[in-house]
């Protein structure tokens, strides 16, 4: 297996995946993108299948609604 940095910017739907509620963002960051064994699947449509397994290494800024 190998390895690379990569500096990354995610689109996603805070409406879907956390909402307004300050509590439902914290979980968020700290157990879906940040939690030590939290890992996010890369998928590429282009070939059709799994890349790999991204773990996020830090996030720049937390938005609070």
């Known amino acids: 297996m190998k390895k690379i940095r990569m500096e990354v910017e995610l689109e996603?739907?805070?409406k879907i995946m956390?909402?307004?509620d300050p509590?439902?963002?914290a979980w968020f960051?700290?157990?879906i993108l940040l939690h030590p064994?939290?890992?996010l699947i890369?998928?590429?449509?282009e070939i059709g299948?799994?890349?790999g397994v991204i773990r996020?290494?830090?996030v720049k800024e937390v938005p609070m609604e």
């Open 49 to 51: 299948d799994e890349v």
């Open 12 to 14: 996603y739907s805070d």
């Open 18 to 20: 956390h909402g307004n």
């Open 23 to 25: 509590e439902s963002i």
């Open 56 to 58: 996020v290494l830090k």
């Open 37 to 39: 064994s939290a890992e």
């Open 29 to 31: 960051y700290e157990e």
């Open 42 to 45: 890369l998928h590429s449509n």
